[in-house]
């Protein structure tokens, strides 16, 4: 059966994408099929693993499902569509987005049964996957309450920094008002802290104040993940950091935290 995971933040440059590529990633290593779903304006997601606007003329992106969606596309037609629109690769399939998909911003509110979208798009592919992580772009919006309705649980990466920590109670109240009113199913799997110091007090610092605030209600991943250049430059050639460096301290955290999430 299918594990959906959402990677979410309210705040931007705190590692999700990062998160969203290097578990993803490790999780194929382990011999299962994995799609990775780009709902982020900035489609890093897509870059990374080397898919590119003009690499997409001839196909269709999030951007036209979630229009094909709100048109109430017949399930025939949708399930061409998204078959279509997936990037075949030989380690982690993507479903790609481009900067088009801003353009939505103001047409989904006003969409019947808006926070199913998602749902209903990858209803039609869903099955054929053991994993499918799902990487938000930042924000508690509507984009972010369709990732969460069709999820099973949610990694909320957190900046090893004191402005890292803005955003967090959003995310906590918005998982909260999904698990009343549209997946009661929904758990989360931990907060992740990205970009940490062993060697600062600040790093530690933040860590301490974490798991004092919100690890009563939220686990914290007992692996941090270190701050390395390495993991800046796996993107420019396409690579997981499993691939690009995979003894550095990052790459075994990134591990641990994929296996974790595949056998919890």
Same mark, same amino acid.
């Given at each position: 059966m #299918? @594990?959906?995971i959402s990677i979410i933040s309210c705040k931007g440059g705190v590692g999700k994408?990062?998160?969203? *590529?290097?578990?993803?990633?490790?999780?194929?290593?382990?011999g299962k099929r994995v799609l990775a779903v780009d709902l982020d304006y900035q489609h890093n997601l897509s870059k990374h693993?080397?898919?590119?606007?003009?690499? =997409? @003329?001839? @196909?269709?992106?999030?951007?036209d499902l979630f229009n094909a969606a709100m048109d109430d596309c017949q399930d025939g037609e949708m399930s061409e569509l998204v078959h279509r629109a997936v990037v @075949?690769?030989?380690? *982690?399939? #993507? &479903?790609?987005?481009?900067?088009k998909l801003s353009l939505l911003d103001k047409i989904l509110p006003?969409?019947?049964?808006? $926070? !199913?979208?998602?749902?209903?798009?990858?209803?039609?592919?869903? %099955?054929?996957?053991? !994993?499918?992580?799902?990487?938000?772009?930042?924000?508690?919006? =509507?984009?972010?309450? %369709?990732?969460l309705t069709v999820s099973d649980s949610v990694i909320i990466p957190v900046e090893?920094?004191?402005?890292?920590? $803005?955003?967090?109670?959003? #995310? $906590?109240? =918005?998982?909260?008002?999904?698990?009343?009113? =549209? %997946?009661?199913? &929904?758990?989360?799997?931990?907060i992740l802290l990205t970009k940490f110091q062993n060697n600062t007090n600040c790093c530690r610092n933040i860590r301490d104040v974490v798991k004092e605030n919100y690890g009563n209600r939220m686990r914290v991943f007992d692996e941090?993940?270190?701050?390395?250049?390495?993991?800046?430059e796996a993107p420019e050639f396409g690579l997981s950091i499993h691939e690009y460096a995979p003894k550095i301290e990052a790459a075994q955290s990134y591990a641990k935290i994929a296996l974790e999430v595949m056998f919890k």
């Open positions: #299918v @594990k959906i994408t990062t998160s969203a *590529v290097n578990i993803s990633s490790y999780i194929h290593t382990q693993f080397g898919i590119f606007p003009g690499h =997409l @003329k001839d @196909k269709p992106t999030l951007y @075949k690769s030989t380690t *982690v399939d #993507v &479903l790609p987005a481009t900067a006003t969409a019947t049964c808006r $926070e !199913y979208i998602l749902k209903g798009i990858l209803k039609h592919i869903k %099955n054929e996957y053991d !994993y499918i992580f799902i990487d938000c772009h930042p924000g508690c919006d =509507l984009f972010a309450i %369709n990732a090893a920094h004191p402005l890292g920590l $803005e955003g967090l109670d959003q #995310v $906590e109240k =918005l998982i909260g008002t999904v698990q009343r009113h =549209l %997946n009661p199913n &929904l758990k989360v799997d931990g941090h993940i270190k701050y390395s250049i390495n993991i800046a």
